[in-house]
């Protein structure tokens, strides 16, 4: 080709920085950084930009803030020396914090915190310029509300009264994380920690009272049983007496019958006679009913005729004696 065969300046201008760009959009990993990057480049090729749902773009002139970028495509002049500066995620976000503590009654705990917010899109340029690690920010202030109101409650406390200490935790970060642009939308704390041996400690006196609550009952329980059971033994006891006094009663009664019937039918026979008869009669069957039983037991009693005699004198001076002992009262 003849003449002066070589680019105008601009041209060569142009044309290093597709390359450049191509070179960022080829070079940079996989992920949604390297997307943004790439859509980036291509956008800063074409003079547009795309921005994904859930997302806002910063974008910048000449290094300073210009616009936040709603989802969708936008004009970028990147002639006039605008850029994107960055991308900020609208989602709901969540960090979990676990911190450790001491209960008022010095046990070490930890306390996990979990932390949901996301960036408010009108204030987009707060979210993304005033801090450089939204975590952590969110953490340190996490550590100090929970540190602070730990140690003043027991650990029986601290269980009981979970909501009160995520309320706190709450309520100060949305004090202290709105001025930068972010909401919080809830603060739960998801579980408290006590130390291993403190756990075990708990579980043993929680059991030690179950067995003792158990141990009350059981004794209640023997304490009824015996006072029925006394109940029912003196119930039978006063039926047996009862029995016992008829039973003599009858005897009485009939005996007085044989000895007035006897009386009548002998004549001469006096009633000690008929008495003496009757003793008779009632020792032979206390005689058979000993040699009846079947019970291998053994029993010495005097036997014969002079001890019947004596049997019957001991009866009738007893019955005697107690007549008299009822006639002197």
């Not at 996490?142 to 406390?157: G, H, T, Y």
């Not at 009858?250 to 004549?267: E, Y």
């Amino acid at each position: 080709m003849g003449g002066d065969d070589r680019l105008p300046p601009i041209v060569l201008s142009v044309w290093f920085y597709c390359v450049y760009l191509t070179s960022l959009s080829t070079g940079t990993p996989q992920g949604t950084a390297g997307s943004y990057l790439r859509t980036a480049a291509m956008g800063n090729l074409f003079c547009c930009v795309q921005v994904d749902q859930s997302t806002v773009a910063i974008r910048e002139q000449f290094g300073k803030f210009d616009a936040v970028l709603e989802p969708g495509c936008h004009c970028l002049p990147w002639f006039a020396g605008k850029r994107i500066a960055g991308h900020l995620t609208l989602r709901l976000q969540q960090l979990d914090v676990r911190c450790e503590t001491k209960t008022k009654d010095n046990v070490f705990v930890n306390v996990v915190a979990s932390i949901q917010y996301r960036a408010l899109a009108g204030k987009a340029n707060d979210a993304f310029y005033k801090l450089s690690n939204t975590r952590s920010q969110i953490q340190a202030y996490v550590f100090d509300v929970i540190r602070a109101s730990v140690p003043k409650l027991n650990l029986d406390d601290a269980f009981e009264q979970k909501n009160d200490i995520a309320k706190a935790v709450e309520d100060e970060l949305e004090k202290a994380m709105s001025a930068y642009g972010f909401e919080i939308v809830q603060t739960l704390i998801v579980d408290i920690e006590p130390d291993e041996h403190v756990k075990r400690a708990m579980n043993e006196i929680n059991a030690a009272a179950r067995l003792r609550v158990a141990a009350n009952e059981k004794a209640e329980a023997e304490k009824i049983v015996q006072i029925k059971r006394a109940e029912g033994e003196a119930e039978a006891k006063y039926l047996s007496g009862l029995g016992i006094a008829r039973q003599r009663q009858a005897i009485v009664d009939g005996l007085r019958d044989s000895v007035l019937g006897f009386s009548v039918n002998v004549p001469g026979t006096t009633a000690k006679d008929v008495m003496d008869m009757v003793l008779i009669t009632q020792y032979f069957d206390t005689m058979k009913e000993i040699g009846a039983s079947s019970k291998a037991s053994s029993v010495f009693i005097p036997h014969g005729p002079g001890a019947v005699r004596d049997i019957a004198t001991q009866i009738r001076d007893g019955l005697l004696q107690g007549q008299a002992t009822t006639t002197s009262h």
